[in-house]
């Protein structure tokens, strides 16, 4: 394959995966995308959120990113990643490394379940309330909230993961950026075409398959576990 002139002697950026932790929160903007509509969503979240970025992804056990998008929540490869700019990007790093790697392993609870687009723009809205459905369901941000959450961040315990938009994490004062120490700046390589732009386009994840896969199994298994735990209430800490 011929690759695009764009890329000819062009400097991008890649994550250094000797320097990326367990639990590091990566934003991004979808501003390089081909797709007019994906630029266009992309403006709106992080408009509609007061903030520079529209989609979060946190990073579990090297290199691998888990990340909550349409088709459900997968997984990418932070070596198979670069941007166009860093602007565009965002390296957030949790002070407390034990709780960040407890977060990190709280992600990827996470994997295959479904994504919700109606608690998305619900976590976008001022005043309008957090829906009790009892879908499990989630999006990009309220991921990385629910892990923090989860892994016992003082900071996450009043802030419900539901109402977490990507600026929620931008403006935090609990995190610090490391973005310039993350990304580094390289040639770029002759087989870019062929990798996800955090800021543009994606590669397919060798995983999608398998997300969609869980995520089908988990919405059918859901609804009678939920109905059994209701019959035994007392077993409810115990729900897988």
């Given at each position: 394959m011929k690759?695009?002139?764009r ?24 501003a ?5 509509k994906?630029k266009?969503t992309s ?15 946190i990073c579990?056990?090297?290199p691998t ?17 670069f ?7 965002r ?5 407390n490394?034990?709780?960040?790697r ?10 295959g ?6 608690a ?5 809205l ?15 941000s309220?991921l ?5 959450r ?7 315990a009043s ?9 929620t ?19 770029s390589?002759n087989?870019?075409e ?6 543009g ?11 969609k896969?869980?995520?089908s199994?988990?919405a059918r298994l ?9 019959q035994?209430?007392?077993l ?5």
């Amino acid at each position: 394959m011929k690759q695009n002139p764009r890329y000819n002697g062009l400097q991008v950026f890649k994550p250094d995966l000797t320097k990326l932790r367990a639990g590091d929160v990566i934003l991004t903007r979808n501003a390089e995308a081909s797709s007019f509509k994906g630029k266009g969503t992309s403006d709106v979240i992080a408009t509609a959120t007061r903030g520079n970025f529209s989609h979060a992804l946190i990073c579990t056990a090297l290199p691998t990113l888990i990340e909550a998008l349409t088709d459900g929540v997968s997984n990418i490869s932070a070596q198979n990643c670069f941007v166009h700019d860093l602007k565009h990007v965002r390296v957030l790093r949790y002070p407390n490394e034990g709780i960040a790697r407890a977060a990190a392993s709280e992600a990827f609870k996470f994997f295959g379940k479904g994504y919700s687009v109606r608690a998305a723009l619900r976590s976008v809205l001022p005043g309008v309330p957090i829906s009790e459905s009892g879908d499990e369901s989630t999006f990009c941000s309220a991921l990385v909230a629910a892990a923090y959450r989860a892994a016992g961040a003082p900071e996450f315990a009043s802030i419900h993961p539901m109402k977490t938009t990507p600026a929620t994490l931008e403006k935090s004062g609990h995190f610090a950026d490391v973005t310039f120490e993350v990304f580094v700046s390289i040639l770029s390589p002759n087989n870019i075409e062929q990798m996800s732009a955090l800021d543009g386009d994606r590669a397919v994840s060798p995983m999608a398959g398998q997300s969609k896969l869980l995520n089908s199994y988990y919405a059918r298994l859901s609804v009678p576990i939920g109905e059994f735990f209701v019959q035994y209430p007392t077993l409810a800490l115990e729900k897988p």
